[in-house]
Structure formats: structure tokens, C-alpha cells
């Protein structure tokens, strides 16, 4: 996943007053995809954050069953795990481009539920990043829709702490 700009430049030695949140919501401004699904981040931590897709007739995959498609809640779940380990990483920031992403589809989503997703940055190399992922229909968190496991390649930027330009 490639940030833009901005998103780097909100890691700044000047401006310590920001959030794992606050560069996630940046990191989703930045990412075309993600604005176009409507991704919103719901709560970022130190080994987990949780992302939502809000369901939409565009993103529907059958229209006889009115279920979304696995192309977008695959999307989304790539998204909150490259978000995972950017706040496994915060403060420092890095570009983490997808190696390898396994997931399983379990079932459908209900027609006009949106859907969650937990991504949790459990182990770090020096060069890669290992990420758990469970989606589900928005209040229904007991039945998982998607269960994944993906790596990220840690791309280290040497001026992360410095304003872009600067």
C-alpha cells in the first residue's frame, strides 16, 4: 500500500499530538480504494484496529441475495491490516505493500449489513509483518463472515519523523 504525502507528513517531530486514529484516517484519506468503499476507521490501538465497511447497493456481489461483494470486504481487510501494523509501528511510519494474503470466506454478509474488521499486528521481523484478520456483520461479532492471515513488507522511511519538503 502506497501513502501519499500527506499521510507521512502527519508523523512529524512537530506535531507529537498525534494518534494511531488520527494516522489511520489519514491513511484511508489517502488511499483511493478506501474512500470509494467508504472504509471508516472505528477504533485504532497499539496491536489492533478495526475498520468498517458500511454496506451500499454499488458494492453489492449477487443482486438476487442483495450480498456484498467478497471483492470488497477482501479490500477492506487488506487495508486494516497494512493499518495494523502502521499502528504497531507508530510513531515511526513505514510503507507496507502486501507479500502474501490467505483468506476464507465462511459466509455471506446479510443483505444491508455493513461489515467489521479486526486486524491485529501480532509479530514483527526487521522485515516483515505478520497480521490476524476476522471480519463480521456489524453486531454480530459471535459469527465470523471472513477469517484471514496476511504479510506486509516493512519499508522503512529514514525521514518519517521530518515534514515531507522539509
Not at 500500500?1 to 500527506?6: C, G, L, P, T
Not at 507479500?99 to 499486528?121: Q, T
Not at 476476522?134 to 519499508?155: F, K, Q, V
Request: aromatic share 8%; proline share 4%; net charge negative.
Amino acid at each position: 500500500m502506497f501513502i501519499v504525502k500527506e499521510a507521512l507528513a502527519a508523523v512529524t517531530d512537530s506535531s507529537p499530538t498525534f494518534t494511531r486514529l488520527d494516522i489511520c484516517n489519514r491513511f484511508l484519506e489517502s488511499v483511493r480504494h478506501s474512500k470509494v468503499l467508504g472504509m471508516e476507521v472505528l477504533s485504532a490501538e497499539e496491536m489492533c484496529v478495526r475498520a468498517r465497511l458500511p454496506w451500499r447497493e454499488d458494492l453489492v456481489g449477487n443482486p438476487d441475495t442483495g450480498v456484498m461483494h467478497g471483492g470488497a470486504i477482501f479490500a477492506m481487510m487488506d487495508q486494516a491490516g497494512g493499518m495494523a501494523v502502521t499502528c504497531r509501528t507508530f510513531p515511526a511510519f513505514e510503507i507496507t505493500p502486501t507479500i502474501d494474503f490467505r483468506v476464507d470466506h465462511l459466509r455471506g454478509p446479510a443483505k444491508g449489513a455493513a461489515v467489521v474488521c479486526e486486524a491485529s499486528c501480532y509479530r514483527l521481523t526487521n522485515h516483515v509483518a505478520f497480521v490476524r484478520l476476522t471480519s463480521w456483520e456489524e453486531g454480530n461479532d459471535e459469527e465470523p463472515i471472513a477469517t484471514g492471515l496476511a504479510t506486509y513488507t516493512r519499508m522503512k522511511i529514514d525521514n518519517a519523523g521530518k515534514v515531507v519538503g522539509q
